[in-house]
Structure formats: C-alpha cells, structure tokens
Antibody, heavy 127, light 113 residues
Framework: QLQLQESGPGLVKPSETLSLTCTVASASVSSSDYSWGWIRQPPGKGLEWIGTIYHTGTSHYNPSLKGRLTISVDTSKNQFSLKLTSVTAAETAAYYC???????????????????WGQGILVTVSS | DIVMTQSPDSLGVSLGERATINCKSSLSVLYSSKNKDYLAWYQQKPGQPPKLLIYGASTRKSGVPDRFSGSGSGTDFNLTISSLQAEDVAVYYCQQYYSTPPTFGQGTKLEIK
C-alpha cells in the first residue's frame, strides 16, 4: 500500500503561487507501476482532478487550469510537487496527492483510478 | 469533458438493509476493445481522503468488504451495499477514467435511517 503525505503552506494570498509537495513512502516515484496526481476538494463540495505526471515524465493538466499549473518530480527526495500560479479565493480547498496506475502507449498516457491518497492539506486563499 | 451524474444526492437506509447509488455518464465509458468499463467508486468519510472501493465498474479493491458491489456498463452504473453497517456512513463518488480529464460525480451522502 502506497503512503503519501502532502506538505506546504496552509495560507496563500490571492494572485500568489500555491506550492505543495507530496512525499511518497513504500514506492519509488520513478517506478513504472505508478503515476502521480493531484486532486482538490473545496470545503463541502466535490472532487476535481488537477493534473498527473506519468512515470514516463510526461504530464496532463486539467484544461481549466492550463497555463497556471506545473507538476514535477524530484527523484532524489522521492517527492512530486504542484505549483499553481495566480490563485483566487475560489481555489480554497483540500488538496490531495494520489498514486495511481496509468496506461501509456505510443507516447500518450492516460490516468486511471486513484488507488492511494494522501491525508490532504487544506489551503486557504485569502489576504 | 464527460459529465458524471449521481442519484440520489442523499440516501437514508436502515441498518442491515440494501443501499443502491446510481451513476450515469454523459458518454459511454466502455473501452470496447478490452471490454472494460473505466468507472471507479470511492468512499469518503468526514475528515478523511476518499478511499478506492471499486474499479473497472465491478472489481473490488483488495480488502474492501464483499457487501460492496459494483454493476452496470456503458453509461449506467450502480454501487450496492448489500447490508448497511454503521461504518458505511459516508459520501460516495463515482469517477470515469475513460477520457482526460478524469471526472467525478457530485457525490451521494449515505446516512442511517
């Protein structure tokens, strides 16, 4: 069973950059068995996929966030990270990292179901 | 994007009774060449992250009690709890992974009647 833990600031000012890190235990972020994703959940609301970085190094981002989002992997620390620029108050949410299987063929990868989740971190966007 | 719609939004069921949650997708999530539906179900208890219950529409994740079952194909799916236990009180979500972006239903809140 994968173990994941999110870390980062719980408060970000509007228009600034939200930066979170997910530390993975019991598996390598370089493993071809997993890809790594971020999902968020505004208080009292449903789930929204943010993006995924695949074991091939490629990534997919939610089109609604395109241009503001970067997901990267740090193999030396066995972590992956999210950076979301120009945040607004509407992006106040619990942010979850997840490990999941993926399917890649002909250089294109696809996210599957989210097998293991971190505990989540509440990020409030407010001045 | 594929829109996932769950019904009902909330459901009250007596202990030991059957609970059924429906999920409909705006497009078929059946990958015909593999004869697999790309549909997952999650359980989320208050203050906790979602927990994967079922994938491939009907395959239970290892360790999930067999009172949980998934059925359906194409655009119409059900999650059934055969005999509701107190610990099953939660919000349940469906998710399609047939196309990017993966999308979730709005959630169904399951309570004890």
């Amino acid at each position: 069973q994968l173990q994941l833990q999110e870390s980062g600031p719980g408060l970000v000012k509007p228009s600034e950059t939200l930066s979170l890190t997910c530390t993975v235990a019991s598996a390598s972020v370089s493993s071809s068995d997993y890809s790594w994703g971020w999902i968020r959940q505004p208080p009292g609301k449903g789930l929204e996929w943010i993006g995924t970085i695949y074991h091939t190094g490629t990534s997919h981002y939610n089109p609604s966030l395109k241009g503001r989002l970067t997901i990267s992997v740090d193999t030396s620390k066995n972590q992956f990270s999210l950076k979301l620029t120009s945040v607004t108050a509407a992006e106040t949410a619990a942010y979850y990292c997840a490990g999941h299987p993926s399917f890649c063929a002909n250089g294109v990868c696809f996210t599957r179901y989210f097998e293991s989740w971190g505990q989540g971190i509440l990020v409030t966007v407010s001045s | 994007d594929i829109v996932m719609t769950q019904s009902p939004d909330s459901l009250g069921v007596s202990l030991g009774e059957r609970a059924t949650i429906n999920c409909k997708s705006s497009l078929s999530v059946l990958y015909s060449s593999k004869n697999k539906d790309y549909l997952a179900w999650y359980q989320q208890k208050p203050g906790q992250p979602p927990k994967l219950l079922i994938y491939g529409a009907s395959t239970r994740k290892s360790g999930v009690p067999d009172r949980f079952s998934g059925s359906g194909s194409g655009t119409d799916f059900n999650l059934t709890i055969s005999s509701l236990q107190a610990e099953d009180v939660a919000v349940y979500y469906c998710q399609q992974y047939y196309s990017t972006p993966p999308t979730f239903g709005q959630g169904t809140k399951l309570e004890i009647k």
